[in-house]
């Protein structure tokens, strides 16, 4: 008789991992997995305490908490401060009408066994279609077309999945019209940014029952830049809805949101300087600015939070996360932390152009003069051994080397330094 589970801690997997467990719950495995569906191989975060030993049930859910599936664990080990778990996973709820799908267009969110088309040609999608790929999936006469809209983590910044799905039905009507079966279903998946993007692709195109996959990565063509960034004229190898879909990611520079990262140790006038441009900006009236000033969000977004490398990490991407919302819906987000670490700073850059343009400015006053000013008395209370791991005494500074702007305040009026930022807007046309 087997042994009954034992019941283990509930886990938030990354998006990537989630996305894996998902499509395993589909029948399809990802690129490098061994076990075959239902059954997994991934890395989770490490579990206070023991390893789970075999048998014992992981619940895995959502970011917001709702439950997704649960993990039986055949084998468990400790990877790079991982959790490396193999074993079956099944849905965390049973019943169907309980378990919705999540995200835009849940009517398309469909598994292989509820598509009943026959031998299609698969588009499998995570950007908008060209009319060049739709050609290619409709070359055969009569065979039917499945567009496969891939939804998930991305590494290669695009469009949101509720746009490139709205564009995407539209191409759909339009086979219809032409007399041609056509369907759009909604996947869940991670995207790798290497080759295993087009193995994955072709796994899910034959789950969903295809016999002639189309490739529908087409290069992001010199062309398509030029456009996007207002240069040229529209390209025509792309439909009107595929152009409109891109449009709304990436908007033209003057309306396209925009975070301006200023990044340097304390009292190199950083602050002083990004509160000048705020307000420039806010003279000019043609965009929507906010201040995210270090002090001030540590004080409301980060209170609570110390000052040891992993809290001034958690306060620096705190404050991106809040930039990289204001950029996506079209604002303009001045910060001005002392940011000290390149990794963090990269991250912050990373969620910001997903759906927007990052400038980092670095006000690189040297520490002499910085001490110098030491208007509130850190730098001689850090010396006195009074404030552990205080930036540029205890703590290292990594001077950044992709900068877009270098500003030395010793010599500089504040005005001449609000200056030279607000020529850097004006010259990519973001004003």
């Known amino acids: 008789m087997a042994a009954e589970p034992t019941p283990g801690p509930v886990l938030t997997p990354d998006p990537i991992t989630l996305t894996t467990i998902e499509l395993a719950l589909l029948g399809i495995a990802v690129p490098g997995a061994a076990p075959e569906p239902p059954a997994v191989a991934v890395e989770l975060d490490p579990l206070p305490g023991k390893k789970p030993a075999p048998g014992t049930e992981l619940t895995l859910t959502d970011p917001e908490g709702a439950p997704v599936a649960v993990l039986t664990v055949e084998t468990a080990a400790t990877r790079k401060r991982r959790l490396a778990v193999t074993g079956p996973v099944r849905r965390a709820v049973a019943d169907a009408d309980d378990d919705e799908p999540r995200g835009p267009y849940p009517e398309l969110r469909r598994a292989p066994g509820e598509v009943t088309m026959t031998g299609p040609a698969a588009v499998v999608a995570r950007d908008p279609v060209d009319l060049r790929t739709l050609e290619a999936a409709t070359a055969k006469a009569g065979q039917p077309v499945l567009l496969l809209v891939l939804d998930g983590p991305r590494v290669v910044p695009g469009p949101d999945a509720a746009d490139v799905v709205a564009a995407t039905l539209t191409l759909r009507d339009r086979l219809r019209r032409d007399g041609r079966r056509a369907e759009v279903v909604v996947v869940r998946a991670p995207q790798y940014g290497d080759g295993r993007d087009e193995e994955l692709a072709e796994r899910i195109a034959v789950a969903y029952g295809a016999t002639r996959v189309v490739p529908a990565t087409p290069p992001r063509t010199e062309a398509l830049a030029q456009w996007l960034d207002g240069t040229a004229a529209e390209p025509a190898d792309w439909p009107s809805a595929s152009r409109h879909a891109w449009r709304r990611w990436r908007p033209l520079p003057q309306e396209r949101g925009l975070v301006l990262l200023f990044t340097g140790l304390s009292g190199s006038g950083k602050s002083t300087v990004a509160r000048a441009v705020a307000d420039r900006i806010a003279e000019v009236g043609t965009r929507t600015v906010t201040l995210l000033d270090g002090d001030v969000v540590r004080r409301n ?9 992993e809290d001034r990490d958690r306060n620096v991407e705190r404050i991106g996360f809040v930039a990289a919302e204001i950029a996506k819906h079209g604002g303009l987000a001045v910060c001005a932390p002392i940011a000290p670490f390149a990794a963090t700073r990269a991250r912050v850059r990373a969620m910001v152009e997903a759906h927007g343009d990052f400038l980092l400015i670095h006000v690189a006053t040297p520490l002499e003069e910085c001490e110098r000013r030491d208007r509130k008395g850190l730098y001689a209370r850090a010396r006195a051994g009074e404030i552990a791991e205080f930036t540029g005494i205890s ?30 807007l004006d010259q990519g046309g973001r004003l």
């Open 301 to 309: 977004l980060s209170a609570g939070l110390g000052f040891s490398k």
């Open 395 to 424: 703590s290292p500074y990594e001077e950044p080397d992709d900068a877009d702007l270098v500003l030395d305040t010793t010599g500089l009026t504040v005005t001449a330094a609000r200056d030279a930022v607000i020529t850097l």
